[in-house]
């Protein structure tokens, strides 16, 4: 494992546990090199999964880009980290889980809204205004109306 401060390979595992909700192992690294400290993940990983988008490309999925969607949308809302991390954990285990190699864009971003809108109801608006792109500001109202019912 390279050390991110120094890029030494010189670097030691200090301590390994679970991580809290039991999906990766959590490790203590030090760098022999210059001293630090850092921690790493382990995740198990079932299979290569493609995103097909709207358009017709194929990407490969990124868990990073779910998580970057994750925090844009609970920007500066009162959401516990541990129970987005385990939001985003079930997301990736359902489509590890479905067998298919290709997964619709549209099935990712409808995992998500029903994700976000257990966790924060302000952060699913959020996320819908974008998956649904809405354009005006009715589209905003209509949107909200039909989650008030």
């Given at each position: ?34 001293s ?48 987005v991390h385990v ?21 990712i971003?409808?995992?998500?809204m ?23 500001a ?12």
């Amino acid at each position: 494992m390279l050390c991110p401060f120094c890029k030494s390979e010189d670097t030691q595992v200090k301590d390994s546990r679970p991580s809290e909700d039991g999906t990766a192992i959590r490790r203590r690294r030090q760098c022999g090199a210059c001293s630090a400290r850092f921690t790493t993940f382990e995740r198990v990983h079932l299979r290569d999964i493609s995103v097909i988008k709207t358009d017709g490309r194929r990407t490969p999925f990124d868990r990073e880009k779910l998580e970057r969607s994750f925090s844009v949308a609970l920007r500066k809302r009162s959401v516990e980290e541990d129970d987005v991390h385990v939001a985003i954990t079930e997301i990736v285990r359902k489509l590890e889980s479905t067998g298919e190699a290709d997964v619709a864009s549209d099935y990712i971003g409808s995992l998500v809204m029903k994700a976000l809108l257990k966790l924060d109801k302000v952060a699913y608006i959020r996320y819908a205004s974008v998956y649904r792109n809405f354009e005006e500001a009715t589209d905003f109202e209509d949107f909200v109306n039909e989650l008030q019912k």
